[in-house]
């Protein structure tokens, strides 16, 4: 009995300390995951894009599919939010249709964007990052490369060679590979406008992250 007082004594002593501290561990806050303290990440991948290219609606001017590149870089200045900066580039080829201009049926066009704007994480997890990003800037089309000397796009309802205005709104979806490394899906509503009327174009692209820095504390 001598002995046990002793050990009740302890235990009576012990009991609220052991509780405050599982307590304090419960709502401790976590701590960020590595994947999302750096500062910057770099993106590059392959990119598609749909293009209307006509003036004017009922013009009979097909869209075309365009393949080609993107490459952004992010600036994060909180693990939730940064700044973004994306180049664009889209290659393929016009459909002309029959005229009497000698223009080939299927001269080569491309298309180059430069945008700038805020890009968020609405979720993170160990594994999957979802966002989005609105991104504004300019568009540049060439379209008469395959064109007659003297002849112009227009001539046959295709926009002129022109520096335009150029934007994205879209989704990202990354999978986290390591902290350095992640896959990125992208899915932008992309409209340009050449002409006097807004393109309703749409681009997606597939490519890996490299993460580097770090976000100050």
């Known amino acids: 009995m001598s002995r046990l007082v002793p050990l009740l004594a302890l235990g009576i002593v012990f009991a609220p300390l052991t509780r405050l501290h599982a307590q304090v561990t419960a709502t401790a806050p976590e701590a960020e995951a590595p994947q999302y303290t750096q500062r910057w990440d770099f993106f590059a991948g ?5 293009f ?3 003036t004017g609606k009922g013009n009979g001017i097909k869209a075309v599919n365009l ?4 490459g952004s870089a992010t600036i994060w200045l909180r693990p939730a939010w940064g700044i973004e900066a ?3 580039g ?4 016009l459909i002309v249709p029959a005229n009497p201009y000698n223009i080939p049926a299927n001269p080569p066009m491309s298309e180059h964007l430069f945008l700038f704007g805020p ?3 609405m979720h993170r997890s160990p594994r999957i990052t979802l966002g989005m990003h609105a991104l504004i800037g300019a568009a540049y089309g060439s ?7 003297g002849i112009q796009p227009q001539t046959v309802n295709i926009y002129n060679d022109k520096l335009a205005f150029g934007m994205a709104v879209g989704g990202i979806a990354d999978y986290v590979v390591t902290p350095r490394l ?4 992208v899915s932008d509503w992309q409209p340009t406008h050449y002409g006097f009327s807004f393109q309703n174009e749409f681009a997606g692209s597939v490519g890996l992250v490299y993460k580097i820095g770090s976000l100050s504390k």
């Not at 392959?46 to 749909?50: G, K, L, R």
């Not at 889209?90 to 080829?93: I, K, L, S, V």
């Open 143 to 149: 379209f008469s490369s395959g064109f007659p000397a």
């Open 90 to 93: 889209g290659y393929g080829n």
């Open 67 to 70: 393949l080609g590149w993107q």
């Open 52 to 54: 209307n290219p006509g």
């Open 119 to 121: 890009s968020v994480r």
């Open 46 to 50: 392959a990119q598609y894009m749909h």
């Open 86 to 88: 994306s180049a664009r």
């Open 182 to 185: 992640s896959v990125r899906f």
